[in-house]
């Protein structure tokens, strides 16, 4: 299967710290993108990292991309109750038509 | 500029009937991408269209699903002889044409299906 994987499935944490996702996926990509979906809502775009980027910064978010390991990071720094939500990584596969493939997400609490 | 419009945003249908969802994409797009979410999981890519065209259609079931972007009017996703089965969200994506750059791809709302 080429779908990523996020890691942690679940991510519970208090206001103000940080938190780190990971996602690991299969064959060579053209970029990879983080998603945010909070509960029975659509997906909101937060970040793409094209394969010859290492690292991209948006407000409190920063994504990592290692494409040797074939992995990617999501942190979210001073997190706020409002972060709460479901953390997709999708990528673009190379030689492959536009589709997106999804991991199955990190599901993430904010506690206040 | 609006966002991708779905509707019925829910959609609830007895075994056995046909389910319609539409997709209007932003303004200015003309690659429409549907997926399926069921419970508790991701995104599954189901087809990809540019006008008049299908691209991809490798996430479809081969029987009882059908997609179509026409030159005029929304997309549609229609599928037949409903099951049980086919609960779950439907969401549309849109992306611009020849937007390479970015390759970004805009969402919305999704269609909550409920077969019963």
Known sequence: SQQGEEDPQALSIQEGENATMNCSYKTSINNLQWYRQN?????VHLILIRSNEREKHSGRL????????KSSSLLITASRAADTASYFCATEYKGGSE???????????VNP | NAGVMQNPRHLVRRRGQEA?????????HSHVYWYRQLPEEGLKFMVYLQKENIIDESGMPKERFSAEFPKEGPSILRIQQVVRGDSAAYFCA???????????????????????
């Open chain 1, 39 to 43: 509960s029975g809502r659509g997906l």
């Open chain 1, 62 to 69: 920063r994504v990592t991309l290692d494409t040797s390991k």
């Open chain 1, 99 to 109: 589709k997106l493939v999804f991991g199955k997400g990190t599901k993430l609490t």
């Open chain 2, 20 to 28: 319609r969802l539409r997709c209007s994409p932003m303004k200015g």
């Open chain 2, 94 to 116: 849109s992306s611009p044409l020849g937007d390479r750059v970015s390759y970004e791809q805009y969402f919305g709302p999704g269609t909550r299906l409920t077969v019963t």
